[in-house]
């Protein structure tokens, strides 16, 4: 079998964190009803003149600055001509000469650098509705702000294309530019792959890959071809450039259509926006956005508070776990103890709510209150996580909570004596084995007095109450 390497590029669609459009004031809102969220404007009427969104622009700069590009300061726009049935003026307004910014590069936690070629704006078209005999389009997205951001071919394997998706996806939340949700369309991603024999500098025929609704989904695909592509080329046949779908009920790419040719968009100067020049303040004002990054701040978790890579992975996988987690170490100063339960308790519920982080109404100081009720012993493991169940999407307040719930741990030997000697008389099974030898066997009166206590009990001095009693 030959030896080949890979050589993977991606372009990434990313929806700016706008309320309006690019070119009108209709609402970007991505619950409305269908066909709601339109006008003349992003319909594309006749006589209508679209007014750029300064919002965008100064989100669009952001992400420039964070992933390290030179910014043109000329702001041209030029209109990209095609026909789609989704996209209503039959072009649309974008970048393409004068990009905002070029020549960036991304970071990946291997180490590795991958550059990035170009970060430019435009506008989003429709979306199609495919039915069995009919089809429907939703113009809601047309005029939608994106910035699409496009890599060197520097990506060498699927997983490091998966790195680099995960990557830009923190830094572009971090930043406060793009929700970055695949699911409802705010982060898309093409890949273009091709293989080429080891260590030449010719590259091979580019296969682009479409339909990738997922990271793993987007590696999935790769890999797909990367097997399907050195096969072709093992046996002596031919890669053709083409546009492939990825089928992941399937787990393989099918053929979309042929690309021998490169399509003519006959790209011209959007006559209805004027040129015009960013001044240094706005870029200026948007460095502040990004002085730290998932990376810088990943670095100062594990040397600041001391724990561990793996926690501080979960911690940094999301900015509003990294904000909570700093919020509630400023008020209870016990940073191992606040991840611990972040990452177990707390992620527990929140994984359980449909639309996550956002049902969280729990303060991070309240929040920090019960690990430091835990941690002090006024609750245990079942009572604390029954205090946070109660006030996670509420925020109640948490001592009226342990009180109205009569949940303050009982730790007295006084109150729970009578209760260790009930349980060994209610348990003689137990009992024998403990007495015999099975250390493990004292587990199960703990879970006896437990019970008894409504899991109110300290267990540490209940399992010390049983062991003083059963020697005696």
């Given amino acids: 079998m030959q030896e080949f390497d890979t050589v993977i590029g991606l372009e990434v669609h990313v929806q700016l964190n706008t309320n309006s459009k690019i070119f009108c004031s209709c609402s970007t809102k991505f619950e409305n009803p269908a066909n709601s969220n339109i006008c003349p404007v992003c319909c ?14 100064l989100l669009a700069i952001r992400v420039a600055l964070a992933l390290n590009c030179k910014i043109n300061k000329k702001i041209y726009f030029e209109r990209k001509n095609y026909f789609y049935p989704d996209l209503p003026k039959n072009y649309q307004i974008s970048q393409y000469k004068m990009p905002l910014g070029e020549g960036g590069a991304l970071s990946l936690p291997t180490e590795k650098t991958i550059g990035i070629t170009r970060v430019h704006l435009e506008e989003d078209a429709g979306k199609l509705i495919h039915k069995e005999n009919y089809s429907l389009v939703d113009l809601n997205r047309t005029g939608t702000p994106l910035l699409e951001i496009v890599s060197n071919p520097d990506i060498t394997s699927p997983q490091d294309a998966f790195d680099y998706l995960s990557s830009l996806k923190l830094i572009l939340q971090y930043i ?41 989904g987007v590696r999935d695909a790769l890999e797909y071809e990367v097997t399907r592509q050195s096969k072709t080329l093992d046996e002596g046949g031919k890669i053709f450039q083409e546009t492939r779908l990825w089928d992941a009920d399937r787990q393989k790419t099918e053929v979309m259509r042929s690309k021998e040719e490169a399509h003519d968009y006959r790209y011209f100067p959007e006559p209805d926006l004027l040129d015009f020049f960013v001044e240094e303040e706005f870029i200026e004002n948007e460095k502040q956005f990004v002085k730290e990054l998932p990376q810088d701040r990943h670095k100062r978790f594990l040397s600041q508070y001391k724990l561990q890579a793996l926690d501080v992975d979960v911690l940094i996988s999301e900015k509003f776990l990294a904000d909570y987690f700093e ?13 611990n339960f972040i990452i177990g308790p707390f992620l527990e519920q929140v994984n359980a709510f449909p639309d996550r982080f956002q049902s969280v109404k729990l303060s991070a100081k309240n929040f920090s209150k019960i690990v430091k009720y835990f941690s002090n012993g006024l609750l245990n493991n079942l009572t604390a996580k029954k205090v946070l169940v109660l006030c996670i999407s509420n925020n109640s307040d948490i001592d009226e909570i342990i009180k109205n719930e009569g949940l303050s741990q009982v730790s007295g030997e006084a109150e729970l004596s009578g209760l260790v000697l009930e349980a060994i008389k209610e348990s003689p099974k137990a009992v024998k084995e403990y007495t015999e030898g099975k250390s493990q066997a004292i587990m199960f009166l703990v879970g006896a007095v437990m019970k008894k206590t409504k899991g109110k009990a300290n267990p540490k001095v209940v399992k010390e109450l049983l062991e003083k009693t059963l020697k005696r």
């Fill in 44 to 57: 594309g009427y006749p006589g209508v003149l679209p007014v750029f969104n300064k919002q965008a622009l």
């Fill in 176 to 216: 406060g530019a793009s929700e970055c949700n695949m699911e409802k369309g705010s982060l898309r991603c093409d890949a273009n792959i091709s293989l080429k024999n080891k260590g030449a500098s010719t590259l091979g025929v580019k296969v682009e890959l479409k339909n990738m609704n997922t990271f793993k």
């Fill in 327 to 339: 919020e509630a170490v400023k008020e209870f100063n016990e940073p191992k103890k606040i991840c």
